[in-house]
């Protein structure tokens, strides 16, 4: 085993996702030498879209990257609620101007791969360094009291000395395994199909807005990414997994099965796409230690949520900000600043998360809880069910 580098001040962040990145740049700004590490060979468009609320614009913002995401993200006017069942609208939630100005930040719709993109340019322009081809192992002692990160780069193993290991490795994450207590990701029974199909090839009305349907056991959301170019479509259903991996190429006739019940306008919606990609549905539970002496997780390494409120991205970014704020350059107490850091996080991504539970159940009810659901919905003004999440995005790092 071979030492690489002589710093020992460093922070090493296993993971070049949107929360890695984020928190590259974020603990670079508080003055760290920061070294990010992602077993891939290259960053590749992995993923579909994601939505950007008000809470993660606020922090993409101080990182500087609001403006240069502008090009790439979709602002939708409404959030329409339907219900697949009858094909009516149940209502309309406001977003906008009126989210922009309640909390001074938009709400945009955008291609994963688009933002990570942005926050790696970034993340190069000031100077920190990114090793693909790079897989974090493990963290150990020294006799001397030091840190030395074990890594696997390309079937060779070397060795950084660190003063922390950021574990921010998604929801497979290998560093979570150095956190004893925390417990692996769980399948939730449920499963994402995903697409992207050019907007010029949907309904007019659906290229202004985000959409969603409510069935029983399945639901469909649908809305413009990439500046409005193109439109995600995500159909969400029950079922069991079989595939080896926890992504696959999925089968579109046994895709269309699931909706065949559903109106024509959402059936031709699904007949556009010619390839569709399936993700098993898993989370991780949040309430389980983030950190570990010199260790910390982030994003879906500490928290992976269901998609069922749509902040799972903003979460991790709000987590990069707030490790951030606890470990300044000249901090002495590692594991008691990621400590303050998990205090700080964990009742509101636990709260956002029973959130996205919740609404799980309420979207794929059927019989008498669907009519009471959709009966709430139509007395329901848009702006009042906009604000109904003003405490989830009205968050800044300031509060």
């Known amino acids: 085993m071979s030492t690489n580098g002589e710093a020992a001040d460093r922070i090493v962040i296993a993971g070049a996702g949107i929360g890695g990145l984020a928190a590259a740049l974020a603990l670079r700004a508080r003055g760290h030498d920061i070294v990010v590490m992602d077993k891939v060979r290259a960053l590749s468009e992995v993923g579909a879209g994601l939505q950007l609320s008000p809470n993660a614009c606020a922090v993409l913002d101080r990182l500087g990257v609001l403006q240069d995401l502008e ?16 094909s009516r609208q149940l209502a ?18 955008i291609h994963r791969a688009d933002l990570q993109q942005v926050l790696f340019q970034k993340v190069r322009a000031k100077g920190i360094e990114v090793r693909l081809s790079s897989e974090v192992m493990d963290l150990e002692s020294t006799p001397y009291d030091q840190l030395v990160c074990i890594f696997q780069d390309q079937e060779v193993t070397g060795n950084l000395r660190c003063r922390a290991l950021i574990g921010a490795d998604g929801v497979w994450s290998r560093t979570r395994r150095l956190i004893p207590g925390h417990e692996n990701a769980h399948y939730s029974g449920q499963v994402a199909y995903r697409a992207l199909v050019p907007v010029t090839s949907v309904p007019e009305r659906w290229r202004r807005e985000a959409g969603i349907w409510f069935h029983k056991d399945a639901h469909l959301v649908h809305y413009p990414v990439r500046g409005g170019r193109e439109l995600n479509i995500v159909a969400l259903a029950e079922e069991s997994w079989q595939d080896e991996t926890w992504s696959a ?32 549905l898993c989370s991780v539970d949040a309430s389980g230690p983030w950190t570990h002496g010199h260790v910390a997780l982030l994003g879906d390494a500490a928290h992976a949520m269901l998609p069922f409120m749509a902040q799972g991205a903003a979460m991790a970014i709000e987590d990069a900000a707030i490790l951030a704020a606890h470990l300044p350059a000249e901090a002495d107490n590692i594991p008691a600043a990621l400590r303050a850091y998990e205090r700080q996080r964990k009742s509101r991504v636990e709260r956002v998360q029973r959130i996205a539970l919740g609404n799980a159940r309420t979207f794929h009810y059927s019989g008498a809880l669907a009519f009471a659901r959709d009966t709430v919905l139509r007395l329901s003004r848009p702006t009042t069910l906009a604000a109904r999440y003003d405490h989830i995005y009205g968050w800044s790092p300031e509060r």
């Open 249 to 280: 190429k999925a089968d579109k006739e046994t895709m269309l099965k699931v909706f065949r019940s559903w109106p024509t306008e959402v059936r031709n919606l699904l007949n556009i796409p010619d390839k569709w990609l399936k993700w098993a």
């Open 92 to 109: 309309t939630v406001q977003f906008g101007d009126y989210l922009k100005t309640r909390h001074g930040y938009p709400f945009w719709e």
């Open 71 to 86: 090009p790439y993200a979709f602002a939708p006017d409404r959030l329409t609620i339907r219900s697949a069942a009858t």
